[in-house]
Every structure is written in C-alpha cells, then in structure tokens.
C-alpha cells in the first residue's frame, strides 16, 4: 500500500485551487528561465517581449534582432511546452500504476513500457517507413509500448511475480529483452540511419517543433481528464483488490484500462522525446509528500510537478555541458538512480 507522511496536511489546507494556482507560476517561471537560459543567453525581458509580440499583444516595444525571436520562438518555447508534456504525462502515468499495482517502485521506464514504446519508433524509423505519415512513429511507438506492458503482466502471471519487488523485477526483464531486440533492430538497419535512433535511446527534446506539439498534447488531455475523474478508484485500489472490489469496481478490468491509458501516454511520449526515466517513479512520491494519497490531489499536482522537473531537467541538460546538450535521460537517470537508491532503503 502506498502511504504518505501524516504532516501534508499543513500543506494542503488551503486547499486543491490554490496549490495549482501556486504550481502553475512556478511552471510559468520554469518556462521562462528554459527559454532565457542557453549556448546564447536571452534576458527574461527579451522572452517576454517575443512571446507577447508573437502573440499579437505588443505589450514590449521590439528591440530585439530576429535572429534572437527566431531562437525564443521557433526552437526554445516549443522545447520548453514538449518538456512540460512529457514531464506531465510520465509523471501521471506512474502515479496512477503506483496505485493500480500497489507497488511504490512501479514506473514507466522500470516495468519495460518505455522500452516497448522505444522498440515500436525504432521499427518505424528504420524498418516500416513513415506509412501513416507524421503519425507513423506514434503509432508504433504506442503499440510497442502496449505490447510490452501486455508481455510483463503475462510473464508476471505466468512466473507468479504477484509481489511488488518481483512485479519490478519481471519489468526490468522484460525491458531487457525488449532492448535487445531494439538492438538488434539496429544491427540490422542501414547503418547511415542508426545515428538517427540514439535519440530515441538516450532521450532528448531538440527535435521539438510546433507542428509536431499537438499530438502528445491531444493523448495527454484526454487521458489526464480520465485518470483525475478515476481518482477514487484508484483510491480504492491502493488499499486493495478485495476493498476496491466491494465497492462495485470491475478490479481487472479497471487495471487493464489503466496499463493501456499508461502504454498510450508513454508510447507517445516517447515518440517525441525518447526514452525519459525515472520521471514517473520520483514525482508522484514527492507529491504525496506534500499533498497526501487522494488521487483527486496527486493527478493533478503529479501533473504540474512533472512538467516543472523536466524543465528544470532540460537546463541542466542545456548548461552542464554548453554548448552541447547532454541526452536529458542521462540527468534524469542520474538523479533518479540516487533516489531509486533512497526509497528501496526508506521501504524496507
């Protein structure tokens, strides 16, 4: 069962609204700074200016070149909105798979779901070709992400791997062998084109583009809406099967339906932003920290905390090593290998 410290309260009795409200400049900050910060610097006024002139509001005289609006308008803002869509949707995927599995480890990246849909945007890049267009790698990108949630739960089922430790187990597995045939993927691709899918391994949101932002926008809306609306089923199925079924919910069903809305989530995600871990395993335990275990409160905060980590993620990626930038998966999973580390000592 996933618990949360009994001093949240402190924090949220001000209540839902206002810890958006709070949540939301801080991503409005966030976006900002992502914006300014960079190879070539740009004052926050300079961002400001651009935006509300892009906007129509002209609410700063233009004293700006258009080679420095082209850099906030065209590369930047659209990096900075992917970061806070992948960081938001992969964090609400392993909040709601923490519940529906009772297992305070599970993730995304460890239970093999971000591998699958890794596999499924190798295959189209190299192998299918771009059949359905711009969607192509979506697609396939889901689909992988699908099967190999459907591969860790039917391997779960038939080793036995029940507990919460060996359902972690059974993901990393499988996550291994979907690897290795993305590997093998590879080997087998045109050689010219195998430099193309590094992106994809290491994780990275450089080819954001405003054109391409709609799509990732459109799966995570809907889905978020679903998973927030479900909050006290998932309530329900964090104390247990036999409590949540006792309160009329359909159990095996309601976890399918969860693992696809997650392989949906994921398998999109990391179409366009690569192999991203640790993002769904950290936030939502942050969250609860804060706002305790409603689900109605950690969807949503889990939502916005996730956006503003993954901003703050692509920075460092930016700046460490600038004017380079660093896979942002590698940021991502040095931070969460040490708090992976702190919560297997906290849960024992």
């Not at 004052?43 to 400001?48: E, K």
């Amino acid at each position: 069962m996933i618990m949360s410290r009994p001093g949240y309260l402190r924090v949220t009795k001000f209540g839902l609204p206002l810890l958006m409200l709070v949540g939301t400049g801080i991503l409005i900050l966030s976006i900002s700074v992502a914006i300014s910060v960079g190879a070539v610097s740009v004052p926050l006024r300079t961002v400001w200016g651009v935006l509300s002139d892009e906007l129509g509001l002209g609410l700063i005289t233009p004293d700006w070149s258009q080679g420095r609006a082209a850099v906030v308008w065209e590369i930047r803002f659209p990096r900075a909105i992917l970061a806070s869509i992948v960081g938001a949707g992969l964090a609400i995927v392993g909040a709601s798979l923490q519940a529906v599995t009772r297992n305070p480890l599970s993730d995304p990246h460890l239970l093999g779901i971000s591998s699958g849909g890794a596999f499924g945007a190798i295959m189209a890049l190299m192998h299918t070709g771009l059949f359905l267009g711009l969607l192509t790698v979506p697609v396939m990108a889901f689909l992988g992400a699908l099967a190999a949630t459907g591969a860790v739960l039917a391997v779960a089922r038939f080793a036995g791997a029940a507990s919460a430790d060996r359902l972690v187990l059974t993901g990393v597995a499988v996550s291994f062998v979907i690897m290795s045939a993305a590997n093998l993927l590879i080997f087998l691709g045109d050689p010219r084109a195998a430099h193309t899918v590094v992106f994809w391994m290491l994780g990275g949101l450089g080819l954001a583009q405003w054109g391409h932002l709609i799509y990732p926008l459109a799966v995570l809306l809907p889905c978020a809406l679903w998973l927030w609306f479900k909050a006290g089923d998932l309530n329900a199925m964090t104390i247990g099967d036999e409590t949540a079924t006792s309160l009329g919910i359909p159990v095996e069903r309601f976890r399918r339906s969860v693992f696809v809305v997650g392989a949906l989530i994921t398998g999109v995600m990391v179409a366009f932003s690569g192999m991203i871990g640790f993002v769904g395993l950290m936030i939502p335990h942050i969250v609860r920290t804060f706002v305790g275990g409603d689900y109605a409160r950690v969807i949503p905060c889990s939502a916005i905390a996730g956006a503003i980590f993954l901003l703050w993620a692509d920075i460092a990626a930016r700046t460490v090593m600038a004017p380079e930038d660093m896979p942002i998966g590698i940021v991502t999973g040095l931070i969460g290998g040490v708090f992976f580390v702190f919560l297997l000592r906290r849960q024992l």
